[in-house]
């Protein structure tokens, strides 16, 4: 009877050590397959947050880039009008100096046409002078200036 009790402890023990074994190995098992899942799942948690964080990043981003978009396009229609401004004004500028150089042009014209004159009105003024007593008019008409005549009446008399 000792051998038969010691036979069934023996066969219970085995069977105890296989069922500890097997339960062992389940639980290694199944741990070895859920740490990995739960490690996995915190990591995708920190990789959420951090595409969060990034979309929000970009959205402050495309913000910004819009706003000085804008900003950059005002200031093109601002240096698109001053341009015109200034092409409006060089055109002027051109006219400008086109009139001041034909202007310049008739002033010579006008002047060689006095010296013309004063040429012709002083030969004119000398051949009365020669023959006789010029008027006043005619002094002042060939005097240079003010002076010349009152030096000139000054001189008659």
Do not use: C
């Not at 290694?28 to 929000?56: C, E, F, H, K």
């Not at 990043?57 to 200031?75: C, M, P, T, V």
């Not at 500028?93 to 202007?103: F, G, S, Y």
């Amino acid at each position: 009877m000792k051998k038969n009790v010691s036979q069934s402890i023996n066969g219970l023990l085995r069977r105890h050590s296989r069922v500890a074994l097997l339960t062992a190995s389940s639980l290694i098992l199944v741990s070895g397959a859920i740490l990995p899942a739960w490690r996995q799942v915190v990591l995708a948690d920190q990789y959420q947050d951090q595409i969060n964080a990034l979309q929000t990043e970009n959205a402050n981003n495309r913000a910004a880039l819009d706003g000085l978009e804008s900003q950059a396009e005002s200031y093109a229609d601002a240096i698109l009008k001053l341009q015109q401004q200034i092409d409006g004004l060089q055109h002027s500028i051109d006219e400008n100096m086109k009139l001041q150089a034909d202007l310049q042009r008739q002033i010579a014209e006008a002047q060689a046409e006095i010296d013309r004159q004063r040429a012709i009105l002083a030969s004119d003024v000398k051949a009365m002078y020669v023959d006789g007593n010029p008027s006043s008019l005619e002094m002042l008409a060939t005097s240079k200036n003010l002076s010349d005549f009152v030096d000139k009446q000054e001189y008659r008399s």
